[in-house]
C-alpha cells in the first residue's frame, strides 16, 4: 500500500459565515466535496458550511479517517465553542458520520444523513463487484464509469453541468482508491447497539427510486435503531439526490423542524 501523499482537508465556499451554525458535510465515494455545490447556496442562509476532501490516493482505515475527521472538526470548534454543529453524510459519507458520532458524541447537535452506504451488503451484487473491479484495467473503468451515471443519478433530474460535475469527480478517483473505498464499506460495522448510542436528533433522507442502494429500507432500520431520528423519503429522487435541480436540502431541513431554534431566528431573518 503507498504512503499516503497528503490528508483529508475542509473545502469553504466563498462566503463564510462564522456567526452561524457550524455544517460539516462528508461527502460520497468521490471524496471531492465538489458535488455540494448545488445545495451551498440554499444552506448559506443559515450555516456555516465545511465541506471534508479526501485526498484520491488516501488508503487510510476506518479509524484513521475517522480520528482525522474528528481532528478537523475539533479545530473548527475551537474557533467559535459556543455554535451548534450539524453534521451531515451523503453515501459513504454517511456511513463516516456514523463512525465520527461515535467517535466524539460531544462534538455535534444534530445530524443528517443521505443515502447512507450501511446499506451495501444487503446488494450482494455490489458487493461482489467490489471483489473483482481491481482486476479491471484503468481505461476501462473509466470508460465504464459513464455507465454507471444513471445508477448514480436521475440524470433527467440533473443540471447539464452537474452532470458533468458527477463525471469529473468519479473519473478523478483512480480504481485503487475507489476498491479501498469499497472495501471500506463492504466492512463497515456499526451496530443497532452502537447506533443506539447516538443520541442527537438525526434526519434520515432516502431516494425513493434509488437505484443503487436500497436506500428506503435501510432509513427504516436506521430510523427504528437510533433514539431520536426522522425519515425523509424523496419519492422520485436517485442516490446522489443532491445534484437534482428540485431538492434543495436546507428546505428540507426546514419543513421537518430540523433547524434549532436560534437557527430559525437567522431563517426568519432571511427570508
Same mark, same amino acid.
Given at each position: 500500500?503507498?504512503?499516503?501523499?497528503?490528508?483529508?482537508?475542509?473545502?469553504?465556499?466563498?462566503?463564510?459565515?462564522?456567526?452561524?451554525?457550524?455544517? /460539516?458535510?462528508?461527502?460520497?465515494?468521490?471524496?471531492?466535496?465538489?458535488? $455540494?455545490?448545488?445545495?451551498?447556496?440554499? !444552506?448559506?442562509?443559515?450555516?456555516?458550511?465545511?465541506?471534508?476532501?479526501?485526498?484520491?490516493?488516501?488508503?487510510?482505515?476506518?479509524?484513521?479517517?475517522?480520528?482525522?475527521?474528528?481532528? !478537523?472538526?475539533?479545530?473548527?470548534?475551537?474557533?467559535?465553542?459556543? %455554535?451548534?454543529?450539524?453534521?451531515?453524510?451523503?453515501?459513504?459519507?454517511?456511513?463516516? /458520520?456514523?463512525?465520527?458520532?461515535?467517535?466524539?458524541?460531544?462534538?455535534?447537535?444534530?445530524? +443528517?444523513?443521505?443515502?447512507?452506504?450501511?446499506?451495501?451488503?444487503?446488494?450482494?451484487?455490489?458487493?461482489?463487484?467490489?471483489?473483482?473491479?481491481?482486476? +479491471?484495467?484503468?481505461?476501462?473503468?473509466?470508460?465504464?464509469?459513464?455507465?454507471?451515471?444513471?445508477?448514480?443519478?436521475?440524470?433527467?433530474?440533473?443540471?447539464?453541468?452537474?452532470?458533468?460535475?458527477?463525471?469529473?469527480? +468519479?473519473?478523478?478517483?483512480?480504481?485503487?482508491?475507489?476498491?479501498?473505498? !469499497?472495501?471500506? +464499506?463492504?466492512?463497515?460495522?456499526?451496530?443497532?447497539?452502537? $447506533?443506539?448510542?447516538?443520541?442527537?436528533?438525526?434526519?434520515?433522507?432516502?431516494?425513493?427510486?434509488?437505484?443503487?442502494?436500497?436506500?428506503?429500507?435501510?432509513?427504516?432500520?436506521?430510523?427504528?435503531?437510533?433514539?431520536?431520528?426522522?425519515?425523509?423519503?424523496?419519492?422520485?429522487?436517485?442516490?446522489?439526490?443532491?445534484?437534482?435541480?428540485? /431538492?434543495?436540502?436546507?428546505?428540507?431541513?426546514?419543513?421537518?423542524?430540523?433547524?434549532?431554534? %436560534?437557527?430559525?431566528?437567522?431563517?426568519?431573518?432571511?427570508?
Amino acid at each position: 500500500m503507498p504512503d499516503v501523499k497528503s490528508h483529508p482537508c475542509f473545502l469553504t465556499p466563498r462566503l463564510l459565515n462564522p456567526d452561524h451554525p457550524l455544517f /460539516v458535510f462528508l461527502p460520497g465515494m468521490d471524496g471531492t466535496g465538489q458535488l $455540494l455545490r448545488a445545495q451551498t447556496e440554499g !444552506l448559506e442562509a443559515a450555516f456555516d458550511i465545511r465541506c471534508l476532501v479526501i485526498p484520491a490516493d488516501d488508503l487510510t482505515s476506518w479509524d484513521d479517517l475517522t480520528e482525522q475527521v474528528v481532528a !478537523l472538526i475539533k479545530a473548527e470548534v475551537e474557533k467559535q465553542p459556543q %455554535r451548534s454543529v450539524y453534521l451531515c453524510g451523503e453515501s459513504f459519507g454517511g456511513c463516516l /458520520v456514523m463512525k465520527v458520532a461515535l467517535r466524539a458524541p460531544e462534538l455535534f447537535d444534530r445530524i +443528517i444523513l443521505i443515502n447512507p452506504a450501511s446499506s451495501f451488503n444487503q446488494r450482494p451484487l455490489l458487493a461482489w463487484g467490489s471483489l473483482v473491479s481491481g482486476w +479491471i484495467p484503468e481505461v476501462l473503468y473509466r470508460a465504464g464509469s459513464v455507465w454507471l451515471l444513471p445508477f448514480l443519478a436521475h440524470l433527467e433530474r440533473v443540471a447539464p453541468r452537474d452532470r458533468r460535475a458527477l463525471l469529473d469527480a +468519479i473519473h478523478s478517483v483512480p480504481p485503487k482508491t475507489v476498491l479501498w473505498r !469499497l472495501s471500506l +464499506i463492504r466492512d463497515f460495522d456499526v451496530d443497532a447497539s452502537q $447506533l443506539r448510542r447516538i443520541t442527537q436528533p438525526t434526519l434520515v433522507i432516502a431516494g425513493g427510486t434509488d437505484r443503487l442502494l436500497p436506500s428506503v429500507s435501510e432509513a427504516q432500520r436506521l430510523t427504528s435503531c437510533l433514539p431520536d431520528a426522522e425519515m425523509v423519503v424523496l419519492p422520485k429522487s436517485g442516490h446522489a439526490c443532491l445534484l437534482e435541480a428540485d /431538492v434543495n436540502l436546507y428546505a428540507i431541513m426546514k419543513a421537518e423542524n430540523f433547524l434549532e431554534r %436560534r437557527d430559525k431566528a437567522s431563517l426568519l431573518a432571511v427570508s
